[in-house]
T-cell receptor, first 114, second 115 residues
Framework: DTGVSQDPRHKITKRGQNVTFRCDPISEHNRLYWYRQTLGQGPEFLTYFQNEAQLEKSRLLSDRFSAERPKGSFSTLEIQRTEQGDSAMYLC????????????FGQGTRLTVV | AQSVTQLGSHVSVSEGALVLLRCNYSSSVPPYLFWYVQYPNQGLQLLLKYTSAATLVKGINGFEAEFKKSETSFHLTKPSAHMSDAAEYFCAVSVPRSSASKIIFGSGTRLSIRP
């Protein structure tokens, strides 16, 4: 296992289009996180899963955002009707359950909405 | 709810000088604390973590941090800066033994190294 994998690494889309990102966590990790990061800022929490259950979703997340982890393995993050303000780096991380262990991050997907 | 505050969005030191990056946390219970480093266009890499064992934690690349409960701080230090240390550094907090815990990050400190 080589770590957390995210696909694609870069995505350019036109405003109003839908986009979907994929994250493959480290295989034995049952917790999976999605974060958004804009230039010069820290990662902003979006949502996280324990196995297939979505335990929390940020109140900052609009209804245009949805995430799934159908079999408790990989996860997808979909953004519908993209807006220019959605342009950011989307980071996925995974960890063992409990806050004791650190989260391991993927390389991120950089989204540019034009 | 837990949170972290990183004092100083940008720190510049000379090569060979002491590095000190400040982090203060807020948590209703004793937290777990982390420092991560991020290089341009990369994901985050763990430098070190505090999980209620020794208060002085040693990490990779010569970094260390000390948990001070009385000051609610977890400052990151390195005795001698190298050019390769130039990066963005993030302090993070999570709540232990909680089924609803998540990792919350600070806004980051950009470290620049002067030759």
């Amino acid at each position: 296992d080589t770590g957390v994998s995210q696909d694609p690494r870069h995505k350019i889309t036109k405003r109003g289009q839908n986009v979907t990102f994929r994250c493959d966590p480290i295989s034995e990790h049952n917790r999976l996180y999605w974060y958004r990061q804009t230039l010069g800022q820290g990662p902003e929490f979006l949502t996280y899963f324990q196995n297939e259950a979505q335990l929390e979703k940020s109140r900052l997340l609009s209804d245009r955002f949805s995430a799934e982890r159908p079999k408790g393995s990989f996860s997808t993050l979909e953004i519908q009707r993209t807006e220019q303000g959605d342009s950011a780096m989307y980071l996925c991380a995974s960890s063992l359950a409990e806050g004791r262990t650190e989260a391991f991050f993927g390389q991120g997907t950089r989204l540019t909405v034009v | 709810a837990q949170s972290v505050t990183q004092l100083g969005s940008h720190v510049s030191v000379s090569e060979g000088a002491l590095v000190l990056l400040r982090c203060n946390y807020s948590s209703s219970v004793p937290p777990y604390l982390f420092w991560y480093v991020q290089y341009p266009n990369q994901g985050l890499q763990l430098l070190l973590k505090y999980t209620s064992a020794a208060t002085l934690v040693k990490g990779i690349n010569g970094f260390e941090a000390e948990f001070k409960k009385s000051e609610t701080s977890f400052h990151l230090t390195k005795p001698s800066a190298h050019m390769s240390d130039a990066a963005e550094y993030f302090c993070a907090v999570s709540v232990p033994r909680s089924s609803a815990s998540k990792i919350i990050f600070g806004s980051g400190t950009r470290l620049s190294i002067r030759p």
